[in-house]
């Protein structure tokens, strides 16, 4: 069947036990902060990271120090905001530069925005100019970038800015798929039908039902327009609900236990891991 493997709570010292086997981390999920709220972050395996949200801050200096790619879906703060702190933390604990990835309108945003040394300084031209600490790499919608023999796939989603998820799949060809942040949009769920198996969908939530207008505004899903875009997907995965804002959890799992009564679903949060056997 295929299905994530296994569940396991708070594994951040868990060990890759099998080779093959693929591990997801959730560091950060939440569409807010507070206690025991990390904002959107997913460890893959100990070495890609997917965002760099809040979730970041609870990895050890030795667990940051091995991640060598960071993958990101679009430029808002609550997906970088722990950018600057992960290569300001490793600075003098690697040797090669961490890989950051993203479309070109969000790698412009960082080095615009954040790493221009006045909110902070530009890792990628410290300790020198032809050696930084961090590399940008800009990717566009369909590239597949292959690590270590798990491949990474950028499919285009439509959020208030340039936003992009990400399909990643194991060396045994299973699939974990992040939508990132995005609103009712074709191109994800043509990207998946293209699959020919699919496991478990990171998918967000953002807003419940009775707040479709302002989900709509800011390029959220809400259960019910999360339901009606779903129709358009052959696959029936294990659906990890995610970004859930702080205080409107409960009217979001109700909504979605109603509007999704098919569907295996779990609202994640970080802590949770899964395994791709
Ligand atoms: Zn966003
Ligand atoms: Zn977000």
Not at 196 to 208: H, S
């Amino acid at each position: 069947m295929n299905r994530c493997q296994v569940w396991i709570k708070n594994t951040q010292n868990q060990q890759k036990k099998d080779n093959k086997a693929m591990w997801i981390s959730i560091l950060g999920c939440s569409g807010g902060i507070g206690p025991g709220n990390r904002t959107t972050s997913i460890l893959i395996d100990d070495d890609i990271l997917l965002d760099a949200g809040s979730g970041v801050g609870d990895l050890q200096l030795q667990q940051m120090s091995r991640i060598r790619h960071v993958f990101i879906s679009h430029s808002h703060l609550d997906h970088i905001a722990f950018l600057p702190f992960l290569v300001d933390s490793i600075f003098s604990q690697i040797k090669q530069p961490i890989q950051v990835y993203g479309l070109p309108e969000t790698i412009k945003a960082l080095r615009d925005h954040i790493f221009n040394w006045v909110i902070w300084p530009d890792f990628s031209e410290l300790p020198t100019k032809d050696n930084g600490v961090m590399s940008f790499n800009e990717v566009s919608a369909g590239d597949v970038i292959t690590i270590d023999q798990r491949s990474i796939t950028v499919v285009p989603v439509e959020h208030i800015v340039p936003g992009i998820g990400f399909i990643v799949t194991s060396e045994n060809s299973k699939h974990f798929a992040f939508s990132g942040d995005t609103a009712t949009n074709d191109s994800l769920w043509h990207a998946l039908n293209q699959l020919d198996n699919l496991e478990a969908l990171m998918i967000e939530a953002g807003y419940p039902n009775s707040m479709e207008k302002l989900g709509t505004l800011a390029k959220h899903y809400t259960p019910r327009s999360l339901a009606k875009d779903l129709k358009k997907l052959k696959h029936k995965p294990h659906l990890l609900i995610s970004h859930i804002k702080p205080g409107l959890e409960i009217q979001i799992s109700e909504d979605l236990h109603q509007e999704l009564k098919d569907y295996q679903l779990t609202c994640i949060k970080s802590g949770d891991s899964l395994q791709f056997d």
